[in-house]
Every structure is written in structure tokens, then in C-alpha cells.
């Protein structure tokens, strides 16, 4: 994109909608499988993770490391699933430390439909889902799902800033052979030098 002299605004804005689409789509297809919700499945998805941090460090486009904190609802569940002693956890150190993003109804239903397929382990202890049941019933908008938000949001400033006062000469950007093809657009053929 850079070499194609697409502002880096843009390009970050891109790379975090991404980001945020993989997000969604993970965390979404997890809480709605009890297939997706075991302890094998989250050693899994933390390799795909790990490999998808290792690509955001290795880059040298900014663009591309800065949207990592987009995948904090899917982070915080496979957190979860590999996270070991469940039963011993309290609903504090659930909500507060492991997963402080994600609302009781996801953590409700990641614990109750969670399988240990490796170890044999139980999940969460029948008083933290009772409680996180309660707490389930009482919340306005109890929906464990994301939304997918398709808008990337950005002004005709944010983009002419971005520029930073620099110039781009027409004369050395190639116009694509569809382009080329159209008699519409032969005045792009006039910048470029014979």
C-alpha cells in the first residue's frame, strides 16, 4: 500500500478493521460452538494468535503492528480455555484479571459450555455460575455475541493530514493496464513521460 501511496491513515484504519473483523468472527464462532469451547481448541487458537503477534512485531510497517489490541475479546477467551484450575477461580479474578474485557453473559457462556478434552479438568465452580448467572438475569442487554461494526470511520482532514505537506507527482505513479485500456482516462498518460 505504501508503494501504491496510500496514506498511512488509511492503511492503519484497514489493518485495524481487520483486526477487529477477525475478532469478532473468532470470538463469535467459539461462543457459539461447545466444540470451539475446549481446552485443545484454545492451545489452537494461542499458536494462531502467537504466530499473528510474531507477524504484527516483525513488520516494519506501523500500520500493521498497531491493531494487535483489536483482538482483545478472542485473547481474553482462549485466555480462559487454557487457563488452568478454573474451579479455583473467584468472580473477581475472573472478571478483574483474566477477563476484564469480555461482559459476564460471554464468560457465563464460555464457562458453562467449556470441556476439558485434554485433561479432564472441571470448568468454572458451580458458585461462580450461579453467581455469574444471577448477574446474567439483571444486565439490560444480556447478549454474549459481538457485533460486526463494517465502517471505518475517517475525514477528508484525517486523510490530508496524513500527507504531512507531501506531494505526490503523478509522474511516477504507473496507472494500472485497465486503466491504460480506457479512453476515458488518457490524461493520466500525459504526466508520465514518454
Known sequence: MAENHVPSMITRKLFHQVFSYINVQLFNSLLLRRECCSFSNGEYLKMGLHELEQWCMK????????????LQHIRQAVKFLVLHQKTQKSLEEITKEICPVLSIPQVYRIGTMFLDDKYGTQGLSPEVIKLMAEDSVNMTYPS????????IPFSVEDVSQSFNGGTISLSVVDPPPLLRQRSDFHFLFQTLPE
Not at 59 to 70: I, K, L, Q, V, Y
Not at 144 to 151: A, I, N, P, R
Open 144 to 151: 454474549f455475541l459481538l457485533d460486526v461494526d463494517s465502517s
Open 59 to 70: 513488520t516494519e510497517d506501523e500500520a500493521a503492528r498497531s491493531p494487535w489490541d483489536e
